[in-house]
């Protein structure tokens, strides 16, 4: 007998299973993929050499995570082709902080976003290391280990930053504009398959039980910095609290349509009609 | 496996600049008071032995002999180590197409299961690609495939007796 068991897949799950895990893969392997692609905005542009690496290489790990994602979305037969390439840019469901560009040039910007998303990525992660889907069980271990340095990166940075009166400034602004976008990271893509998430245990703690978790991570932090982090006093969201546009429910901003026409470009002027590969993909045999 | 470090040290940008003991709750390990090392940011993490792994195809006889032999000839992109040696193999399952392996040629089927030391591995179609065509060269071999597991997950402690030695003559302090 293996050590390795083989992990049962899409074919043992009724449809309303695999509709639930399909929803969900799709929530965290969109918001990977589209912040690494906003991220990468930022290469041989980082106010340091080593900042620079810093962020290309974070970019490179969400990159990772997104195709691990993903991956197990092509178990259900889809083709690379139709998750990103050729895909509806009005079904994406990633939350609108990680589409927004960046303010040009404003280093807080990168800083306060991803201190913002990797702490709630540490927490989502947290709740599928015991899911009921054996294939994403499989594999989150793995990306938490390779997500601790962003928030450690964020953080480090996010005290210096709010050190200086200037600093302090910009990452105040960036917050008082980001800080509604990150709240969507915690809505739902659809209510009712949200629930069905939680029900069947693909997930072990409910979207507004992780969305109170990170707030009461989050907001201790930002205000020992002696930043005011733009929420009411008993830290209850409410609808006003959220942006116009929340992404989740596939409404996006005039900015990603523009992100996704960007990084469709080539593949469309060379008259693709599906991703290239170098090689044979394995799974594929 | 060089991919599996921390790429940089951010604080050292500002080493001039005061951290305070400001708490938060980060659960971090970075100690600005820890004695310097020579890459602090550079993590070689051990998460203890996984009974059973890495496998080594210690027991292999016959055809399956012959795939660990190829699976052993597979190096690192990176670096002068096999991937069996570093770790990477998790298992290696032989079976038979249409009846028993010692009786007819070209029928059997592997199966390899393994891992990756980074999931954002630009090396990664060349590498599995690679290892699956040496699970398929040896002959009574028809077909072979290829599946990615990422737990347990990979760490140093995987890495062969050998594989250390490799590394270390390649360089590195392991």
């Keep these: 007998m293996s050590v390795i068991d083989h992990l049962s897949g899409p074919e043992d799950l009724a449809p309303d299973e695999r509709e639930a895990v399909e929803t969900l893969l799709y929530r965290l392997a969109d918001d990977e993929f589209v912040l690494a692609e906003r991220y990468t905005e930022w290469q041989v542009r980082s106010p340091t050499l080593e900042s620079d690496l810093a962020l290309s290489n974070i970019a490179q790990d969400e990159l990772g995570h997104a195709r691990l994602w993903y991956d197990l979305l092509e178990d259900f037969g889809h083709e690379e082709a139709d998750l990103l390439w050729e895909r509806d840019p009005e079904t994406f469901t990633h939350s609108t902080l990680v589409e927004l560009p960046f303010e040009s040039g404003d280093w807080a910007d990168p800083i306060v976003r991803s201190y913002l998303y990797d702490e709630a990525e540490h927490l989502r992660l947290q709740a599928l290391e015991d899911s009921s889907y054996p294939r994403l069980e499989d594999r989150v271990g793995k990306v938490q280990g390779e997500e601790r340095y962003h928030r450690e990166h964020a953080t480090n940075w996010l005290e210096r930053l709010a050190s200086t009166e200037e600093g302090h400034e910009r990452v105040q602004t960036t917050l008082d504009r980001l800080f509604p976008h990150a709240l969507t990271l915690f809505q739902p893509v659809d209510p009712e398959i949200e629930a069905r998430i939680d029900e069947y245990g693909i997930r072990t703690q409910s979207l507004d039980a992780l969305g109170q978790q990170w707030l009461e991570t989050v907001v201790p932090f930002l205000e020992s910095l002696g930043l005011a982090v733009p929420i009411a006093e008993d830290g209850a969201v409410t609808a006003d609290d959220l942006p116009e546009t929340i992404g989740r429910d596939a409404n996006h901003t005039e900015d990603w349509f523009d992100l996704y026409e960007e990084f469709t470009y080539t593949y469309h002027d060379l008259g693709r009609d599906s991703a290239e590969r170098i090689m044979s993909d394995p799974d594929d045999q | ?174």
């Design chain 2, 1 to 174: 496996m060089t991919d599996d470090t921390t790429p940089t040290d951010p604080s050292s940008e500002f080493a001039g600049t005061d951290r305070d003991d400001r708490a938060h709750d980060v659960d971090v390990a970075f100690d600005p008071d820890a004695d310097a090392t020579p890459c602090a940011y550079t993590e070689y993490v051990e998460r203890g032995e996984v009974a059973g792994l890495p496998a080594t195809g210690e027991d292999a006889a016959g055809i399956e002999r012959e795939v660990w032999d190829a699976l052993y000839d597979v190096e690192d992109p990176e670096m002068p180590v096999s991937i069996v040696d570093l770790g990477l193999i998790y298992a290696v399952e032989l079976e038979a197409i249409e009846s028993d392996l010692e009786s007819h040629e070209d029928d059997v089927h592997v199966r390899v299961i393994m891992t990756l030391t980074y999931t954002g591995c630009p090396a990664r179609k060349m590498l599995t690609e690679e290892v699956r065509e040496a699970a398929a060269s040896p002959r009574g071999v028809a077909s072979s495939e290829l599946e990615l597991v990422w737990s347990p997950e990979w760490s140093l402690d995987m890495v062969t007796e050998q594989g250390k030695s490799d590394l270390r003559d390649f360089g590195l302090s392991v």
